[in-house]
Structure formats: C-alpha cells, structure tokens
C-alpha cells in the first residue's frame, strides 16, 4: 500500500502566518485550534535560544577580556574593550529580560573559560594565560570591571 505525504500544515507553510493565527486564536479563547505540538516546541526553543546567545556572548567576552589583560598589543586595546562594552552590555540585557539565565550563566561559565582561553591561546601561542580563570564569576565584577587596570604579570597598569 502507497504512503501519502503527510498534510502540510500552516506551520511548515507559513511560519509568520501561523504565529500570528496561533495568537489570535490564544487571545480568544479558542484553544481548540491551537497547534499545540508546535506552539510548544517554538515556546521551548525560545529558552534554547536565549541561553545559546548568553553562552555566545560570555565566550566573546572572556576572549576579549584575556586579550586585553593578557596580549601586550597597545595597538590592539581598543579593539578588545569595544567588544567587551558590548558583550557586557548585551549579557545585561539579557538577564534583565531572564534573570532565571543569572544561574545558567554559572553553570557554563567554567567551559566558557576553557573555550574562550583555547581560543586566546590558538590566535597567540607565545602568550602565557593563566591555568585558571582569573576572571570571577560574580556578575557584577564581570560585567562592570576594568581587569586590564589590575596590573597582570608582566604587564603595566594602564598599558
């Protein structure tokens, strides 16, 4: 016996369109009509998304932040705090709109190090990094802190 394609449906159609039916029908009540297989799994890949960019967004900054505080390149300087005041302000966002993402950020901030210190050490071998993170994962210092004016080894304050 012949298998026939399933019915496309308005979502796999019309991505826009079924978002827009989907929220007419939930603000009249007409739960019924709902597409509720792929409601949920669109309202699940909303958190999905917002923990990837913060992960994103933490990698960036604490790659930018070892450059910084690490690669004596005064020509470079600029070109790591701009990102940082980004990053920073961007990851702000981010927990104010989530502030649930304030725990997530914890867990993944150990592999966010080691990612961000692979990529630092790939782009400048000849730099020593730190075997752990000099960086804490407190939110405040992380996000408001100038660490380059801490005077790193090797380095000058201010440099």
């Known amino acids: 016996m012949a298998e026939f ?10 991505f826009c369109l079924w978002i827009d039916e989907t929220a007419a029908h939930l603000r009249a009540g ?4 709902v597409d509720w297989e792929h ?3 669109e309202v ?7 923990r990837r960019e913060l992960e994103s967004r933490l990698r960036v900054l604490l790659s930018h932040l070892l450059k910084r ?4 390149s005064p020509e470079d300087y600029r070109g790591w705090e701009n990102p940082i005041k980004e990053q920073r302000s961007e990851i702000q966002l981010l927990l104010k709109d989530s502030p649930s993402l304030k725990g997530y950020l914890t867990e993944i901030f150990e592999a966010s190090w080691r990612y ?11 730099v020593a990094l730190p075997a752990h993170c000099p960086f804490p994962p407190e939110l ?3 996000l ?16």
């Open 69 to 72: 505080v690490y690669v004596k």
């Open 144 to 159: 408001m802190q100038k660490f380059w004016l801490a005077n790193p080894p090797g380095q000058n304050a201010g440099d």
């Open 30 to 33: 007409e739960f019924g009509t």
């Open 140 to 142: 405040e210092p992380l």
């Open 39 to 41: 409601l949920i799994e």
């Open 5 to 14: 394609p399933a019915k496309a449906t308005l979502y796999d159609q019309d």
């Open 44 to 50: 699940e890949a909303l958190a999905k998304r917002d």
């Open 116 to 126: 961000a210190a692979g990529q630092v050490k790939d782009d400048y071998p000849d």
